[in-house]
Structure formats: C-alpha cells, structure tokens
C-alpha cells in the first residue's frame, strides 16, 4: 500500500478543488497534448461537468485497482 505525506494529499485535494470550480479551466489552459495523428489540441477542458466525470472514473479505476490488490 503507498502511503504519502500530509502536503501531498492537502495539495492533491488543493488541485482538485481548483479543477472543480465552475467556468474556464484554469489548470490546463495554455497547455496542448498531441494526439495519435501528431496534431496538437489543447488540454484544457471548458466543462466542469466533463471535468467531474472524469475525475469520478478516475477515482473509480484508483478504487478497483486497490481492491483488486487487496485481493
């Protein structure tokens, strides 16, 4: 089990704080990922609701893949 420091989670939880406030996404704005085709598009996700959902799957995979190790 990995276990982290109080800062990291008190920034951790910071983060997801800043990525759920309705409006413009301030996190990624500016930043571009390049996609399978070599295009660059950018990162920043405008939809906080789209943002939500995302962070809830990941969350959801976290929980599987503790509880499959803890199997």
Known sequence: MVSVTKKFRD???DVLRRDLVPGPDQLRQGVAV???????VP?????EG??????????????AIRERGAA
């Open 50 to 63: 789209q943002r939500s959902r995302l962070w809830a799957e990941f969350f959801a995979e976290a929980r």
């Open 34 to 40: 390049i996609v399978a085709a070599g295009v660059e």
């Open 11 to 13: 920034d951790f939880r």
């Open 43 to 47: 990162a920043a996700i405008d939809h």
